[in-house]
């Protein structure tokens, strides 16, 4: 009963053999699933420094862009001051142009005051035994030619200004268009002031109401 047959050991020995080739295959399979593992993790490891990367250069560019950006929104905002401060004074100079001919056409108490003082400077300059020739021209005369040279000092000024104004334009930026407005009254100072140099001119020589004669 103690002893064991022939069969019952050749029995037992291959059963643990096979227990034997099942750890073996066991072991096989967990060495390779390891193997696996590491491999997973370290190619897993490539593509996200890959992506790290790919990341920080998309970010440099996103910073890039928004830095030109800002650059061209601050330029167009300066661009924009400059235009404004540029039609305001083109503008300021149409009126004044515009103004002054009215003015060297109409009259100014700068003349009104200085045709006084020289009809008082020839009324006492002028003896009362003179004749009426002189004393016309001495008292009026005088007094008229000087409200025609103020008349025509202020049309002057207007032909200037109002020629500056439409000229403004071709020293400023290249392509930027003046305003229609400004365009007009500009040109309506230098009319006005062409206009009044030429009656002023007229007057001062005697062409337009001259002395009046005293034969």
Do not use: C
């Not at 998309?58 to 061209?72: K, P």
């Not at 001495?138 to 032909?159: K, M, N, R, S």
């Not at 407005?181 to 062409?207: F, H």
């Amino acid at each position: 009963m103690g002893t064991k047959t022939a069969d019952e050991a050749v029995h037992e020995n291959g059963t643990e053999a096979k227990r034997d080739d099942a750890t073996a295959d066991v072991k096989d399979v967990e060495g390779v699933k390891g193997n696996k593992d590491v491999q997973d993790v370290t190619g897993a490891g490539e593509p996200t420094e890959a992506a790290a990367g790919e990341q920080a250069e998309d970010s440099a560019g996103d910073q890039e862009d928004d830095l030109l950006a800002a650059e061209d929104d601050i330029q167009a905002a300066a661009d924009e001051n400059e235009r404004g401060a540029s039609g305001v004074g083109q503008g300021a100079a149409a009126v004044v142009s515009a103004g002054l001919g009215v003015v060297s056409l109409t009259g100014s108490w700068v003349s009104t005051v200085a045709a006084a003082r020289e009809t008082l400077v020839g009324q006492l300059q002028t003896s009362s035994t003179a004749s009426v020739a002189t004393q016309v021209k001495e008292v009026y005369g005088d007094a008229w030619h000087v409200t025609a040279v103020i008349g025509g000092l202020f049309a002057l000024l207007a032909l200037i200004i109002g020629a500056a104004a439409l000229a403004r334009p071709a020293f400023g930026v290249p392509g930027r268009p003046q305003a229609a407005w400004i365009k007009s009254v500009a040109w309506a100072g230098v009319s006005l002031g062409v206009i009044g140099l030429l009656l002023a001119v007229a007057k001062y020589s005697d062409i337009l109401l001259g002395m009046p004669s005293t034969g």
